[in-house]
């Protein structure tokens, strides 16, 4: 039997507050900032709409931002998901560094591996965005 949802997670250390990197990555209008391919954002309320390069709008719900936990959970909504679950959390170290997981499960299973590719483009970018030494 062929596998209908798939798991994929990412993750990088940064040489960077947590703080820092959550002032990015948990502000759900910045995401055009960090993730490559995506060229704009607009959010309203718990809808975030955002535009490919390619000019394809891709609708998300946004489900959670923790700033205490520093979770931020969405997920899209664009009909050609029958499910999806995207999860982005920042963990402190405890010595000036941070731990940023990008976890996307999805159904059908390929677009997990479509979207948990461009999330670790996104994560390995990070560096770069924040002005820091590459990731450990």
């Known amino acids: 039997m062929t596998a209908r949802r798939g798991s994929v997670r990412h993750e990088v250390r940064l040489a960077c507050t947590p703080e820092r990197v959550w002032g990015l990555v948990g502000s759900a209008e910045r995401l055009a900032e960090w993730f490559p391919g995506v060229t704009s954002c607009t959010v309203h309320g718990d809808v975030r709409t955002v535009v490919t390069g390619a000019g ?57 591996l479509v979207i948990g590719g461009a999330a670790r483009a996104a994560l390995l970018g990070l560096p770069d965005v924040l002005g820091l030494a590459s990731p450990r």
């Open 56 to 112: 394809l709008p891709m609708p998300e719900q946004i489900l959670t931002v923790d700033q205490h936990l520093r979770r931020f959970q969405y997920r899209i909504t664009a009909p050609l998901f029958i499910e999806h679950l995207s999860t982005i959390d920042v963990h402190d170290l405890g010595d000036g560094t941070s731990l940023v997981v990008y976890s996307v499960d999805a159904e059908p299973a390929p677009l997990a």
